[in-house]
T-cell receptor, first 114, second 108 residues
Framework: DAGITQSPRHKVTETGTPVTLRCHQT?????MYWYRQDPGHGLRLIHY???????DKGEVSDGYSVSRSKTEDFLLTLESATSSQTSVYFC?????????????FGSGTRLTVV | QKEVEQDPGPLSVPEGAIVSLNCTYS??????FMWYRQYSRKGPELLMY????GNKEDGRFTAQVDKSSKYISLFIRDSQPSDSATYLC????????FGAGTRLTVKP
């Protein structure tokens, strides 16, 4: 996935521990997003950012926080991981909220909370 | 009722078949319509984009939007095994909404 990388690609963590996922882009896009993807639910927006230090909540933001201190990096933190947060997490970027050019997605982070 | 409804399938077709994938939606304010393709263990990639109503063709792929019926379709002609993937519809006025995806398998 050109211009966007997620780390780690896989992680197993214990219930109650904090977890941070990283998204890094080299496209200088203004908008960055964190989604989770679960069977039967599709992609659901967790948080998004429209600039450095500018973030907003999505439809499933409870239990998650984000930070964007640089244009290229968008961090997602699970404050105290729970089994319901076991999912595949995707970061996406866009130039204009995706209206004209869509989103570019990363390869995903597969998170398992045990 | 979800804003965007998409039959999850799975859908299995023989190579060379015409495939029809569909989504319905409830929000009449949606103006931007997209289809993404997602291969197993990969992120979605933008396949087709349409603004408002009408058709758009790109090679073997045709996207149709019928705003009066709140219905969008993706047609794949001469389907190939390499088309085997999950296809997600997406639509937006300001915030993007995704369908749950339809898993397609094209058998040689």
């Amino acid at each position: 996935d050109a211009g966007i990388t997620q780390s780690p690609r896989h992680k197993v963590t214990e219930t109650g521990t904090p977890v941070t996922l990283r998204c890094h882009q080299t496209e200088n896009h203004r908008y960055m997003y964190w989604y989770r993807q679960d069977p039967g639910h599709g992609l659901r927006l967790i948080h998004y950012s429209y600039g450095v230090k500018d973030t907003d909540k999505g439809e499933v933001s409870d239990g998650y926080s984000v930070s964007r201190s640089k244009t290229e990096d968008f961090l997602l933190t699970l404050e105290s991981a729970t089994s319901s947060q076991t999912s595949v997490y995707f970061c996406a970027i866009s130039q204009d909220r995706g209206l004209n050019y869509g989103y570019t997605f990363g390869s995903g982070t597969r998170l398992t909370v045990v | 009722q979800k804003e965007v409804e998409q039959d999850p399938g799975p859908l299995s077709v023989p190579e060379g078949a015409i495939v029809s994938l569909n989504c319905t939606y409830s929000n009449s304010a949606f103006q931007y319509f997209m289809w993404y393709r997602q291969y197993s263990r990969k992120g979605p990639e933008l396949l087709m984009y349409t603004y408002s109503s009408g058709n758009k063709e790109d090679g073997r792929f045709t996207a149709q939007v019928d705003k009066s019926s709140k219905y969008i379709s993706l047609f794949i002609r001469d389907s190939q095994p390499s088309d085997s993937a999950t296809y997600l519809c997406a639509m937006s006025e300001n915030d993007m909404r995704f369908g749950a995806g339809t898993r397609l398998t094209v058998k040689p």
